[in-house]
C-alpha cells in the first residue's frame, strides 16, 4: 500500500527486502477473519472456512517476521459446524487471561487455545471448545448468529446479534444471558461496542439504532436508510472517538459515517467504491481514518480531518489497494497499527499502511 516511506541513506536496502505485503493462500474460501491482539502473538490472525455444508474449518496462521511466510499452525486447527460469521479473540493485549477465541455460527461459541509449554511449544495440546452458548431458552436451537463483538473494556461481555431480532449480551465467565434485546423490526445484521455498556446494531429494517444496558427499554434511532426497506448490514464504531460510527448500505457502493450527537443526517457518504461495499473498520490508533473495502477489489483508507469542510464533489481517499478479487474482510489491528488484514477468495493478505 506503498505509503511514501522515506528511503534515504539510513538502513534504506533493509528497508526496501522487506515486504509491504504478505499473503497466505488458505486451502478455502476465507470468509472470517480476524487479529490478535495479544502483544506476545502481533503477527497472529484467525481466518475460517465459508463453505456450504456442515463441517467448516478454522486456522490460526502467524506470520513469520524473519522470513516473510504466514504458516498455519495445524496443531491450531479446528472444525467448525457451519460457516462462521465472525471470529474475534479475546480483547486482552496484556496478556493476563487465557487465551481465548469466540465464533458465531448457530451458537456463539469460546474456544480455548493451547498455552505454550516452558520451551515454547504447543504441540501437546489442541483447541478445546470451551462454551457453547445458545441465546433461545426455548429451544435447543437458535436463529443463526448473524454478528457479534466483544467488549474491550470487559472482556467477560460478549454482545451477539441475530436473525430472530435480537441482541443478547452474555456474560461468558458465568456463561448466562446478561440481557437479552428485541432490538429491530427486522433481522440484525451487526453489533458494535461503544463503551463498557453502550452498544449499537444495524439490521433489515434499515436503521441503526443505539443501546445504554442501564436503560434497556429504550434505544435511540441514530440513521435510517434514506430509501425505505433498504438493509444496513455492517457497523463500525470509531474506537477513539465515540461520537463517529460508520454503516454500510445492503448492496451500496456508499459508506456513511453518522455522527451520533447529530441522528439522521450523515456527516459524510464516502462514495469512491465502484460496487458493493463489504467492509469496514476505523484505525485504532487513529480518530479520523477509516478503510472500507469492497467487491470492486479495492481497500481504500480515507483521512476525515476534512469532513467538517467536504471538498466539491465529495471526499477522495488518501491510500488505495486493489486485490486480486473481491473484498470481503477486512481487519485492522490493534496491536500493529501499521497493519490492515485484507480476505478475498482463497487468500489472506497483511499490507503495511
Sequence with gaps: MG??????????????????????????????????????????LAIS?????????????????STGEIRSDPNLSFDHPYPPTKAIFIPDKECTKPDLLATSSDFLRIWSLPEPDESGSVHKNRVEVKSVLNGNKNS???????????????????????????????????EIVDTQLIAHDKEVYDIAWGGVGVFASVSADGSVRVFDLRDK??????????????????????????????????????????????????VVELK?????????????????????????SQALIWDLSSMSEPAEGGLD???????????????WS???????????????QILRV
Design 3 to 44: 505509503t511514501s516511506r522515506d528511503q534515504t541513506q539510513d538502513g534504506s536496502e533493509e528497508q526496501q527486502k522487506r515486504s509491504e505485503i504478505y499473503t497466505y493462500e488458505a486451502p478455502w474460501h476465507i470468509y472470517a477473519m480476524n487479529w490478535s491482539v495479544r502483544r506476545d502473538k502481533k503477527y497472529r
Design 49 to 65: 472456512s465459508l463453505l456450504e455444508q456442515y463441517s467448516n474449518r478454522v486456522e490460526i496462521v502467524q506470520l513469520d517476521d
Design 140 to 174: 435447543e436451537f437458535c436463529g443463526p448468529i448473524t454478528s457479534f463483538d466483544w467488549n474491550e473494556a470487559e472482556p467477560k461481555r460478549i454482545g451477539t446479534s441475530s436473525i430472530d431480532t435480537t441482541c443478547t449480551i452474555w456474560d461468558i465467565e458465568k
Design 217 to 266: 427499554e429504550h434505544s435511540t434511532i441514530i440513521y435510517e436508510s434514506s430509501e425505505p426497506d433498504t438493509p444496513l448490514v455492517r457497523l463500525g464504531w470509531n474506537k477513539q472517538d465515540p461520537r463517529y460510527m460508520a454503516t454500510i448500505i445492503m448492496d451500496s457502493a456508499k459508506v456513511v459515517v453518522l455522527d451520533i450527537r447529530f441522528p439522521t443526517l450523515p
Design 272 to 296: 469512491r467504491h465502484q460496487s458493493s461495499v463489504n467492509a469496514v473498520a476505523w484505525a485504532p490508533h487513529s480518530s479520523c481514518h477509516i478503510c472500507t473495502a469492497g467487491d470492486d
Design 317 to 331: 481517499p488518501i491510500l488505495a489497494y486493489t486485490a486480486g478479487a473481491e473484498i470481503e474482510q477486512l481487519q
Design 334 to 348: 490493534s496491536s500493529q497499527p501499521d497493519w490492515v488484514a485484507i480476505a478475498f477468495s482463497t487468500k489472506l
